[in-house]
C-alpha cells in the first residue's frame, strides 16, 4: 500500500515569491493534516481536513498561507508571498477519521 | 491544555546496550500517548501508541513504553540499541479521545556508537 506522497521534496526559493506544496494521502484516508516542522522542533499543525471541509485552521497564517482539497483526496498549500522565516518542513499527513496519523516525507523550504 | 516535555534533546549510546528516552506529559483528560521516529529525510513513523488499555505498551523494531499516570511519565525503552535506531524521536500527547488533535514533544535526538 502505498504512504502518503507530497511534492516536491525540497524547493528553494527567493523571498516574495509565490509556492506550492502537494499531499496525496493514503487511499480511503479521510482526514489530511499539514503540519509546520521548524528546525530543531517538533511538526505543529497548520490545517485539519475532514474529507473536503477545513475544521481546524486557526494555525494557518491565513495573509500569506491558503490550502485547499476540492475533492477531498488531495490537497494543496500555498504561500504567497514566501517570507525568510518560512523556511522549514511542511508535512503532510493523513488517518481514517481519528485514529493513527501518518506522515508523508515532508517539502524542504529554503526561502532565499 | 495539553503538552509535553521531553526532558533530553541528545542521548547517546552504544550498540548493544539500552536505550532509555524520557517523555512528561500535561493532559486535562485521559491522554493517548505515542512514540514517533524520524529518520533524516524520511516521514515520521509511529513506533507505538497507549489508547488507556494496557499501560505497558509494546511497539515495532524492540521499543516499549510504559504509561505511568502518577508520575505523568511515558519513556520509551529498548534493551539493546542497533546502529539502525540513530534517529529523531518525539513523543506526542493527544487528549481530544482521538489521534486528530496531536501535541508533539521538542523531540530527542538518538545517537548510536559502534
Known amino acids: 500500500e502505498a504512504g502518503v506522497v507530497q511534492s516536491p521534496r525540497y524547493k528553494i526559493i527567493e523571498k516574495k515569491q509565490p509556492v506550492a506544496f502537494w499531499c496525496n494521502p493514503i487511499s480511503g484516508h479521510n482526514t489530511l493534516y499539514w503540519y509546520l516542522q521548524n528546525l530543531g522542533q517538533g511538526p505543529e499543525l497548520l490545517i485539519r481536513y475532514e474529507n473536503e471541509e477545513a475544521v481546524d485552521d486557526s494555525q494557518l497564517p491565513k495573509d500569506r498561507f491558503s490550502a485547499e482539497r476540492l475533492k477531498g483526496v488531495d490537497s494543496t498549500l500555498k504561500i504567497q508571498p514566501a517570507e525568510l522565516g518560512d523556511s522549514a518542513v511542511y508535512l503532510c499527513?493523513?488517518?481514517?477519521?481519528?485514529?493513527?496519523?501518518?506522515f508523508g516525507p515532508g517539502t524542504r523550504l529554503t526561502v532565499l | 491544555a495539553q503538552s509535553v516535555t521531553q526532558l533530553d534533546s541528545h542521548v547517546s549510546v552504544s550498540e548493544g546496550t539500552p536505550v532509555l528516552l524520557r517523555c512528561n506529559y500535561s493532559s486535562s483528560y485521559s491522554p493517548s500517548l505515542f512514540w514517533y521516529v524520524q529518520h533524516p529525510n524520511k516521514g515520521l513513523q509511529l513506533l507505538l501508541k497507549y489508547t488507556s488499555a494496557a499501560t505497558l505498551v509494546k511497539g515495532i523494531n524492540g521499543f516499549e513504553a510504559e504509561f505511568k499516570k502518577s508520575e505523568t511519565s511515558f519513556h520509551l525503552t529498548k534493551p539493546s540499541a542497533h546502529m539502525s535506531d540513530a534517529a529523531e524521536y518525539f513523543c506526542v500527547v493527544s487528549d481530544s479521545g482521538s489521534a486528530r488533535q496531536l501535541t508533539f514533544g521538542s523531540g530527542t535526538q538518538l545517537t548510536v556508537l559502534p
Open positions: 499527513a493523513s488517518s481514517l477519521y481519528g485514529d493513527t496519523q501518518y
